[in-house]
């Protein structure tokens, strides 16, 4: 078991694997920006490192002084979470080079299933069902066009290096594609340092359902069931549940066989996620692999009672998983709601300040993934998710009634949050009835709000 190991990250999920490490007796130590001198994750390791100023340039991705605080506090390995560095390429190789062990897939594997097209391609030649589009390089404006034409609209102009929702354009008509096609581009340089992109058909209203994936050194790869992650705005999910409502029994194994080839064909390590794209018939589509841990890892936790931080931690120290494909039963049912600091009245703007009063909800069935405390001051420079709430009941309608009552009690002063907003999804028909897609919040809230 790896003795120590340096957390490259901060807020709930760094408290998140801090929790996991002391249950292992694992020693840890947190990185900060100087924002976040009094941050909790701080205070929680074991040791603290200052890497650099509140920018995430000049800190949580600042390899250099990341890998150094790792060297000079003498630790094995590096977890690094969600965001910033957990998916790059460049830096687990430099883990390697400085005989770090990443806490994550080989580097190869992460620069693999970073690059869209490739990744389509390998999910092709594995059998695995990917959304109709071209993946090769895409060499004029004319070509795409051509491509286009062949793909038939409506269509999706997405970056190769993409991830989080950027650089992706919807286009339904021809008039519409090159003014998209370059703004795609555009983004794609600005966000990735590229602006390779690919073309595939757009699936209207689909399902967003993802499935964990669990993978040893050993060649094992098992599933832990699928998360629903349909309630997004903007590309961002905003609730998810576990199990989803929308499969059954005989899709669900189909696509946890058809997760668990994806992960075998790039002979992969650790915790991911494999991401599809379900259509009303039911016929699904690969559409992208998560190389980390995912902000809704929680959910698949309550439901399969596995703690995923853990096993990778496990994994990560060359033991063999003791998990069985067949030893996993998905039990009751569990919901998240991120809960954010943003104004969902004023377009979702976020709202940095000092929190002023903090009360958590509790109780059988509720479980709260948060780094905020009173007097804590929400910084303005990183993502506003300031914390998770997760219910898990018998069944989904308990699980909703567990989660509209911890809501209620969920009370954070000084700042606007989402509360309000989560409690308006839970209330939706459309929602209580399983009744949703990917274009719910924009179509039956946000739209009708305005």
């Given at each position: 078991m790896l003795k120590k190991i340096l957390i490259a990250n901060r807020g709930e999920i760094a408290v998140r694997i801090i929790r996991a490490c002391r249950e292992l007796n694992i020693r840890t130590v947190a990185i900060y920006s100087e924002q976040d001198k009094d941050a909790l994750h701080t205070q929680m390791a074991d040791e603290a490192v200052c890497v650099g100023g509140p920018l995430s340039k000049d800190s949580y991705l600042n390899m250099t002084n990341i890998l150094s605080a790792c060297v000079l506090t003498g630790c094995e390995g590096i977890h690094p979470g969600f965001g910033f560095l957990s998916e790059n390429p460049k830096f687990a190789k430099m883990?390697?080079?400085?005989?770090?062990?990443?806490?994550?897939?080989?580097?190869?594997?992460?620069?693999?299933?970073g690059d869209k097209a490739r990744a389509r391609e390998i999910m092709k030649k594995a059998n695995v069902p990917v959304v109709p589009g071209y993946e090769g390089e895409i060499l004029s404006y004319d070509h795409?066009?051509?491509?286009?034409?062949?793909?038939?609209?409506?269509?999706?102009?997405?970056a190769a290096a993409g991830g989080g929702g950027k650089g992706i354009r919807i286009v339904r008509d021809i008039k519409e594609f090159k003014h998209n096609f370059e703004a795609a581009k555009l983004e794609a340089k600005a966000c990735f340092g590229e602006d390779k992109v690919y073309i595939e058909k757009f699936i209207e209203n689909p399902r967003h359902i993802e499935f964990q994936i669990l993978a040893d050194e050993y060649n094992k790869v098992v599933h832990l069931g699928e998360r629903e992650c349909s309630m997004q705005r903007n590309?961002?999910?905003?609730l998810e549940e576990a199990p989803s409502i929308f499969l059954n029994d005989n899709l669900r194994e189909k696509m946890g066989k058809v997760a668990v080839k994806a992960a075998e064909a790039v002979d992969y390590k650790n915790a991911g996620t494999i991401e599809?794209?379900?259509?009303?018939?039911?016929?699904f589509y690969f559409m992208e692999m998560n190389t980390r841990i995912q902000v809704e890892h929680p959910i698949t936790e309550m439901v399969t009672n596995i703690d995923i931080v853990k096993e990778q931690l496990k994994i990560a120290s060359g033991m063999k998983m003791e998990i069985n494909q067949e030893d996993i039963k998905i039990s009751g049912h569990a919901i998240e709601c991120r809960i954010n600091a943003e104004d969902?009245?004023?377009?979702?703007?976020?709202?940095?300040?000092v929190i002023t009063e903090l009360y958590t909800p509790s109780g059988l069935g509720v479980r709260v993934d948060s780094a905020?405390?009173?007097?804590?001051?929400?910084?303005?420079y990183y993502d506003s998710m300031i914390g998770k709430l997760i219910t898990f009941g018998d069944d989904r309608?308990?699980?909703?009634?567990?989660m509209k009552r911890a809501l209620d009690e969920f009370a954070i002063g000084g700042v606007t949050t989402n509360i309000d907003f989560q409690y308006e999804i839970l209330e939706h028909e459309d929602f209580i009835n399983g009744n949703y897609n990917t274009s719910f919040i924009e179509n039956k809230l946000v739209n009708n709000n305005a």
């Open positions: 883990c390697r080079e400085c005989n770090i062990k990443f806490i994550g897939p080989d580097y190869e594997t992460i620069e693999l299933m795409a066009l051509d491509l286009a034409k062949n793909i038939g609209f409506p269509l999706m102009i997405k590309n961002q999910k905003v599809f794209l379900v259509d009303d018939s039911g016929e969902p009245k004023n377009n979702f703007r976020p709202c940095p300040g905020i405390y009173c007097g804590y001051e929400i910084p303005p309608e308990n699980a909703i009634i567990k």
